[in-house]
């Protein structure tokens, strides 16, 4: 399972980590987030020790979304080094989501 990232762990859990990070901006009334989920999940399940992957819920949690300008969900956001490194909108194959880790790996 991909973490729970919160307004209150953000910056510990991405922005200080040694590690790519996969950050999910979801929520639960969003039909397209459904479909992204599990294969956020499985992505996490794959890359353990290589990535960190987590989820924020946007309703939960404005204060990240606002500060990265997230308006259109499901957003996924790469990190690298604390700064996002490439972004994907919109439900794409786990493919894509996996290739864009894999080359901040």
Same mark, same amino acid.
């Given at each position: =399972?991909?973490?729970?990232?919160?307004? $209150? #762990?953000?910056? @510990?859990?991405?922005?200080?980590?040694?590690?790519? &990070?996969?950050?999910?901006?979801?929520?639960?009334?969003? +039909?397209?987030?459904?479909?992204?989920?599990?294969?956020?999940? @499985? %992505?996490?399940? @794959?890359?353990?020790?290589?990535? %960190?992957? +987590?989820?924020?819920?946007?309703? #939960?949690?404005?204060?990240? /979304? =606002? !500060?990265?300008? %997230?308006?259109?969900?499901? $957003?996924?956001?790469?990190?690298?080094?604390? !700064? &996002?490194?490439?972004? !994907?909108? +919109? $439900? &794409?194959?786990? /493919?894509?989501?996996? +290739?864009?880790? #894999? /080359?901040?790996?």
């Amino acid at each position: =399972m991909a973490l729970e990232i919160t307004d $209150a #762990n953000f910056e @510990e859990v991405v922005l200080k980590s040694d590690k790519p &990070v996969l950050v999910d901006f979801w929520a639960e009334w969003c +039909g397209p987030c459904r479909m992204v989920g599990p294969l956020v999940d @499985e %992505i996490a399940k @794959e890359y353990e020790g290589k990535a %960190i992957v +987590g989820k924020v819920n946007v309703d #939960n949690n404005p204060q990240i /979304s =606002m !500060q990265f300008g %997230i308006r259109n969900i499901p $957003a996924l956001l790469y990190f690298k080094d604390g !700064q &996002v490194v490439d972004k !994907q909108v +919109g $439900a &794409v194959p786990k /493919s894509v989501l996996a +290739g864009k880790l #894999n /080359s901040q790996l």
